[in-house]
């Protein structure tokens, strides 16, 4: 052995020996420890600190800027915002009128696009759809979802209506 190594062993062994003797001797017994917290309870109740402390955390809560802030927003989130800004109705460029003869005309607004796995799900005015899925608007079934547009099939008359997707 080295003696760089007796080194290193000596100092483990007395690191050790320090540690036994600091856990097994020296360390005041667990009755003893919790008489200590107990007294210390006793003290401060007894003196007023507990009643001082807990007055001086309520003053500095009391004038925190922030819980302020967080009251008004908690306050502002449950009222009626009336028009929100992030509604779908808003989004007016981009649509596909669809008029072919009906008396009403429809508008179909391609406005998302969410692939998970092999799954695709395209948000049309609003709403979201699958492959299959018929719309809410008229008689319409989606065929194909790409992230670039949308193929629209009108059961009643057989025609494939492609709706461009929309980017803000």
């Given at each position: 052995m080295t003696k760089r190594e007796k080194i290193i062993v000596a100092v483990m062994i007395l690191t050790v020996i320090y540690g036994a003797y600091n856990f097994f001797i020296a360390s005041p017994s667990k009755d003893a420890k919790q008489n200590v917290v107990v007294a210390d309870i006793k003290s401060n109740v007894e003196s007023g600190k507990r009643n001082k402390l807990i007055k001086d955390i309520s003053s500095v809560v009391k004038e925190n800027e922030t819980v302020k802030v967080r009251k008004y927003v908690a306050k502002r989130a449950e009222e009626d915002w009336g028009d929100d800004p992030f509604a779908s109705s808003r989004i007016v460029a981009?649509?596909?009128?669809?008029?072919?003869?009906?008396?009403?005309?429809?508008?179909?607004?391609?406005?998302?696009?969410?692939?998970?796995?092999?799954?695709?799900?395209?948000?049309?005015?609003?709403?979201?759809?699958?492959?299959?899925?018929?719309?809410?608007?008229?008689?319409?079934r989606v065929v194909r979802i790409y992230p670039s547009k949308v193929l629209l099939?009108?059961?009643?008359?057989?025609?494939?209506i492609t709706v461009p997707f929309i980017e803000e």
């Open positions: 981009g649509t596909v009128a669809v008029a072919a003869g009906a008396e009403k005309e429809l508008r179909f607004t391609y406005s998302g696009y969410l692939e998970i796995g092999k799954k695709k799900i395209a948000v049309i005015n609003g709403v979201d759809y699958q492959r299959g899925d018929e719309l809410e608007v008229g008689d319409f099939v009108d059961a009643r008359k057989g025609k494939t």
